[in-house]
């Protein structure tokens, strides 16, 4: 009776299994399947990717000191990187598999402007997180062109207008005004010359011919690695720079520089960093490329869950990756940013790894970086305005995001409300330092809407 009663289990049990592999009854049977029978298959699970030291590579670090790559079936090397060039050049030539990078490299790698290349986002890194900072000189004459409050705290944002007198100044005494950025096509240099131009200070203009970006220029600014900008500004080299954390906390700390606005300030909520792979690679290996994109959302959800962030400021201030004191870090990190020596203000949002669809790669953001390099020159001449969604679509690739966290929601790790619905464009905004409107579907109109920069029919 026994033997009869397992057969009869063992018929029931096939059964079931026969039935759920055909007809209308496969559908239902694959929503309950258990995550492990619907890992992505990988190509490529021994991966090296770059990074430079930087709070905003956070991700990369995160993903794999929480195990978030190892659950994907994917063994990382994340290794620090010498300046941005280095970053671009070894992941266009496949040293790199993919790497933390500023937003505008692989823009310019595809809208013809430095070294050419197929390079794509499927990945956003970050909102926010720079600031601009000058040294104590500087700020000693800017402080008085500052308005206060009753209390007698510099009221912000502080606008470059407060700079402009100590510009003057520093040329009448035969001194140009030197100030640094962290590449020509970085984050920072759009910033800073969006900061200056908003005051009427021309921060020079780059041509076919002239790659420098001085012509004409009010400021002369020039590249400087992160980690060297507090030594070059304490050496008088220049005046000031736009970086990103932890270096602007670190001039705070060594007492040599007042960071005096962020990059929050200067358009609320922008977008920063990108993780970038070629072309080539998500070709060659499509399900690797989900996989590394499911890891990194992941860790941009846990570093924006309530009390991580300490133990964030920890992983970061090992030597592998930002090498720089917790107590630097944690300055902007966690909740906080510190001005003038004694002056931290709240400033919850001024670093974002996952809050408003922080990771999505959308088109309106990419666009905003290709209106500032035909702004500068960077561009040289006039493109209609459908030239820039056409070239954006081929470089950021909200596709394989969505691939990524449909897969996420289906297991559990991010609630479904966490996926934008979207063409892509964000609403148009006037969240920027001076009020002007961008609307990512009209790129000519907001290149023409500015005083100081290149003009298009």
Same mark, same amino acid.
Not at 27 to 36: D, G, I, L, N, S
Not at 293 to 316: C, H, M, Q
């Given at each position: 009776?026994?033997s009869?009663i397992? *057969?009869?289990s ?8 026969l039935?759920?592999?055909g007809g209308?009854?496969k559908? #239902?049977e694959?929503a ?5 029978e619907?890992?992505?298959?990988? !190509? ?6 770059g990074f430079?030291?930087?709070t905003?590579m956070?991700?990369?670090a995160?993903a794999?000191?929480k195990?978030f &790559? !190892? ?5 990382v090397s994340?290794?620090a990187?010498?300046?941005? #060039?280095?970053v671009?050049?070894?992941v266009i030539d496949?040293q790199?598999?993919g790497?933390? %990078?500023?937003a505008?490299?692989p823009?310019?790698?595809?809208a +013809?402007f430095?070294r050419?290349?197929e390079l794509v986002?499927?990945?956003? %890194?970050?909102?926010? +997180?720079n600031?601009i900072t000058?040294s ?7 402080k008085?062109n ?10 912000h944002?502080?606008k470059a207008?407060a $700079?402009k007198?100590v ?10 005004? #030197?100030m640094?950025m962290v &590449?020509p096509?970085?984050?920072?240099n759009? !910033?800073?010359r969006y900061? $200056?131009?908003?005051?009427?200070i ?8 002239n790659?420098?970006?001085q012509i004409?220029?009010?400021?002369l600014?020039s590249?400087?690695p992160?980690?060297q900008?507090?030594?070059t500004l !304490?050496?008088? @080299?220049?005046?000031? =720079?736009c970086?990103g954390?932890p ?7 060594k007492?040599?520089?007042?960071p005096?606005?962020?990059n929050y300030?200067?358009?609320k ?5 990108v993780?970038?792979m070629t072309k080539?690679?998500i070709?060659?290996?499509?399900n @690797?490329?989900?996989a590394?994109t499911k890891a990194?959302?992941?860790?941009g959800k846990?570093l924006?869950?309530?009390g991580?962030? /300490?133990e964030?400021?920890?992983? $970061?201030?090992?030597s ?6 917790e107590?630097v870090?944690a300055n902007?990190?966690?909740?906080t940013?510190?001005f003038e020596k004694?002056? *931290?203000?709240?400033l919850p949002?001024?670093?974002v790894? =996952?809050?408003y669809?922080?990771t999505?790669?959308? =088109?309106?953001d990419?666009?905003?970086? $290709?209106?500032? %390099?035909r702004?500068w ?5 006039? *493109?209609p305005a459908?030239?820039?969604? #056409? ?9 394989i995001?969505?691939k990524?966290?449909?897969r996420l929601?289906?297991e +559990?790790?991010?609630? /479904? @409300?966490d996926v934008?619905?979207t063409?892509?464009y964000?609403?148009a @905004?006037?969240?920027?330092i001076d009020?002007t409107k961008y ?6 109109g907001y290149?023409?809407?500015?005083k100081?920069g290149n003009?298009?029919?």
């Amino acid at each position: 009776m026994k033997s009869l009663i397992t *057969k009869a289990s063992l018929l029931f049990s096939l059964s079931v299994v026969l039935f759920s592999c055909g007809g209308k009854e496969k559908k #239902k049977e694959a929503a309950t399947v258990p995550v492990a029978e619907t890992k992505l298959t990988i !190509e490529k699970p021994q991966l090296t990717f770059g990074f430079i030291k930087l709070t905003d590579m956070a991700p990369l670090a995160i993903a794999k000191e929480k195990g978030f &790559f !190892e659950d994907e079936g994917l063994f990382v090397s994340v290794e620090a990187q010498s300046n941005w #060039k280095n970053v671009l050049d070894r992941v266009i030539d496949g040293q790199l598999d993919g790497s933390h %990078m500023l937003a505008g490299q692989p823009i310019a790698a595809g809208a +013809g402007f430095g070294r050419q290349a197929e390079l794509v986002t499927a990945f956003s %890194m970050d909102l926010n +997180g720079n600031g601009i900072t000058v040294s104590n000189d500087v700020w000693s004459k800017m402080k008085a062109n500052v308005p206060k409050d009753v209390d007698g705290k510099p009221i912000h944002p502080i606008k470059a207008d407060a $700079l402009k007198p100590v510009i003057n100044e520093y040329k009448n005494a035969g001194k140009p005004f #030197k100030m640094g950025m962290v &590449f020509p096509v970085s984050t920072h240099n759009y !910033e800073i010359r969006y900061w $200056l131009a908003a005051a009427g200070i021309n921060p020079g203009m780059y041509t076919a011919d002239n790659v420098q970006g001085q012509i004409d220029a009010q400021v002369l600014l020039s590249v400087t690695p992160p980690p060297q900008m507090p030594a070059t500004l !304490e050496a008088g @080299t220049i005046y000031g =720079y736009c970086v990103g954390e932890p270096w602007n906390q670190q001039a705070v700390f060594k007492g040599i520089g007042v960071p005096v606005v962020t990059n929050y300030e200067i358009w609320k909520n922008n977008p920063e960093k990108v993780f970038v792979m070629t072309k080539k690679f998500i070709e060659q290996y499509p399900n @690797t490329a989900v996989a590394v994109t499911k890891a990194l959302i992941r860790a941009g959800k846990w570093l924006d869950e309530p009390g991580n962030r /300490a133990e964030a400021v920890k992983i $970061l201030s090992m030597s592998q990756y930002v090498g720089a004191d917790e107590a630097v870090l944690a300055n902007s990190m966690t909740g906080t940013f510190e001005f003038e020596k004694g002056d *931290k203000r709240d400033l919850p949002d001024f670093n974002v790894f =996952y809050k408003y669809n922080a990771t999505y790669p959308f =088109y309106s953001d990419g666009i905003w970086f $290709l209106t500032q %390099m035909r702004r500068w020159g960077q561009i040289p001449e006039a *493109k209609p305005a459908d030239w820039y969604e #056409k070239t954006i679509k081929n470089i950021y690739r909200p596709d394989i995001w969505k691939k990524a966290a449909d897969r996420l929601v289906k297991e +559990g790790k991010i609630p /479904a @409300t966490d996926v934008p619905k979207t063409d892509g464009y964000k609403p148009a @905004t006037v969240d920027f330092i001076d009020g002007t409107k961008y609307d990512a579907k009209d790129p000519i109109g907001y290149i023409n809407s500015f005083k100081i920069g290149n003009k298009d029919k």
